[in-house]
């Protein structure tokens, strides 16, 4: 892809995520006269357990970062993903080379309110159309099952999908809801593995650390 392909996803990018964050701005801060979109996004980002504010921070970490892996490498910003809940930053993608891989996450902590940053970078030559389509597939399925779940919240929850490893980021409200995300995960076709770093809405009040787990 040339350069300006690249810069031209890249500002895409910053646009929407500046369009959200003026949303949830106006939303929260504007009484009356807030458009019906804006208002929608408010309401989704208010009903996450990270709130209005937790989201627009989460959006700004999402922006510092992509811009980072852009100014690095136009390689890097195509080739690696993020999720961001509550300032945790988890990482994946397929990269050619170590180098690479250690270079995304050292410019991932390099972000405004960055507090951890999960390394799921895989080193391969390998990956293709047909991997790239599965995967998306693998995670639509799965976000549609959590969304048709009256037992799950499925708002607080990230999913990626990488050589058929689904990767989750967010926050349950308890470990039964976990355990019923990570059964939807594991009964779906061409899964190879589901490696969680859900936080437990109970355990994470009390301190306690991420429920972390691959299975």
Same mark, same amino acid.
């Given at each position: 892809?040339?350069?300006?392909?690249?810069?031209?996803?890249?500002?895409?990018?910053?646009?929407?995520?500046?369009?959200?964050?003026?949303?949830?701005?106006?939303? &929260?801060?504007?009484?009356?006269?807030?458009?019906?979109?804006?208002?929608?996004?408010?309401?989704?980002?208010? &009903?996450?357990?990270? %709130?209005?504010?937790?989201?627009?921070?989460?959006?700004?970490?999402?922006?510092?970062?992509?811009?980072?892996?852009?100014?690095?490498?136009?390689?890097? !910003?195509?080739?690696?993903?993020?999720?961001?809940?509550?300032?945790?930053?988890?990482?994946?993608?397929?990269?050619?080379?170590?180098?690479?891989?250690?270079?995304?996450?050292?410019?991932?902590?390099?972000?405004? %309110?960055?507090?951890?940053?999960?390394?799921?970078?895989?080193?391969?030559?390998? %990956?293709?159309?047909? =991997?790239?389509?599965?995967?998306?597939?693998?995670?639509?399925?799965?976000?549609?099952?959590?969304?048709?779940?009256?037992?799950?919240?499925?708002?607080? !929850?990230?999913?990626?999908?990488?050589?058929?490893?689904? !990767?989750?980021?967010?926050?349950?409200?308890?470990?039964?809801?976990? =355990?019923?995300?990570?059964?939807?995960?594991?009964?779906?076709?061409?899964?190879?593995?589901?490696?969680? !770093?859900?936080?437990?809405?109970? &355990? &994470?009040?009390?301190?306690?650390?991420?429920?972390?787990?691959?299975?």
């Amino acid at each position: 892809m040339p350069l300006q392909g690249g810069m031209d996803i890249v500002l895409g990018r910053i646009a929407v995520g500046a369009a959200v964050v003026l949303g949830l701005l106006q939303a &929260a801060c504007s009484p009356v006269g807030v458009a019906a979109g804006a208002g929608a996004t408010a309401g989704v980002a208010a &009903a996450q357990d990270r %709130g209005i504010s937790g989201a627009i921070a989460d959006s700004d970490i999402r922006v510092q970062i992509n811009h980072l892996w852009l100014q690095e490498d136009e390689e890097m !910003y195509r080739k690696v993903s993020l999720q961001v809940q509550e300032g945790r930053v988890l990482v994946t993608g397929v990269v050619p080379s170590e180098e690479m891989r250690s270079d995304a996450v050292r410019l991932a902590w390099q972000a405004d %309110g960055v507090k951890e940053v999960i390394n799921e970078v895989e080193v391969s030559k390998g %990956g293709g159309i047909e =991997d790239f389509a599965r995967d998306t597939w693998i995670s639509a399925q799965l976000k549609s099952k959590l969304l048709f779940d009256g037992d799950v919240s499925s708002i607080n !929850y990230s999913v990626e999908t990488v050589n058929g490893v689904i !990767y989750l980021l967010g926050v349950a409200q308890t470990q039964a809801e976990l =355990d019923r995300v990570l059964n939807h995960a594991r009964n779906l076709a061409h899964v190879r593995k589901v490696v969680s !770093y859900v936080r437990v809405k109970n &355990a &994470a009040e009390a301190g306690a650390a991420p429920g972390e787990g691959t299975t």
